[in-house]
């Protein structure tokens, strides 16, 4: 679906949409030669997510954060989502209830204390985001960090050394298709090299690549050995963990 059909769509802006790509929450699959955005049925499942956050009230920065972190399970936060606006929905319930006997208090048809003029407000957090940071913490990563750290200087320089061959040899073959052995082969040694250094799950996996594109650091620090590299790596990765969950 083109732009402006997507935004008509989902009940928002042109222009937001246009944000979203370039803080990098929502990438369109693809652009025309003639730069018209294209989103495919995949990118507007993760609008769906996107907008049921923002529902909750969670910044744009969180967001991103959320849905390119590695542990990210589209299916969990649907659930967790349904969780959620039912409580919120139950909130809104009690507020609506103040606001009625606060409209026939003001009427003189009922009495009300002061402490029952704020029942139902509750500002003093947000318990969905609370609860999200919880699920979709960079775990993976973290325990990653924290063996590299414990590793000698030798053993660090090493291990770089392996990790930017692998993305030579990525780099080498990003204009061929991401499904292709060549590839898959490539992307299961960087999946191999990973899961030496932390305990990445197929799921955990195919996150981390989408966070490759999502976050501007790693795609800035990956496209400096090709352009374009970090896109071909997601869809490898992606490639990679859904064939072996098959």
Sequence with gaps: ????????????????????????????????????????DEDLALLQQIL????????????????????????????LHHKFLLEKRSRL???????????KHEKGEIKMTNQDKFAGFD??????????????????VNESNEKLNKLSKKEQGELGEEMNAIYRKLAELRHESPASDEAQQAIGEWYEFLTRMGSYSLEAFKGLGQMYVCDERFTRNIDQFGEGLAVFMRDAMAEYADSRQA
């Design 123 to 140: 500002f003093s957090s947000n318990p969905y985001e609370e609860e999200a940071r919880e699920r979709y913490g960079d775990k993976a």
């Design 93 to 103: 319930e009690r507020m609506i209830e103040t606001l009625e006997k606060t409209i």
């Design 52 to 79: 049921f956050f923002r529902e909750l009230g969670f910044p744009l920065k969180q967001i991103r954060k959320i849905v390119c972190s590695p542990g990210f399970d589209r299916q969990e936060a649907m659930e």
């Design 1 to 40: 679906m083109m732009v402006k059909e997507v935004a008509e769509l989902a009940g928002i802006s042109v222009r937001t949409l246009h944000h979203y790509d370039e803080i990098g929450l929502l990438h369109p699959s693809r652009t025309t030669e003639a730069g018209y955005r294209v989103y495919s």
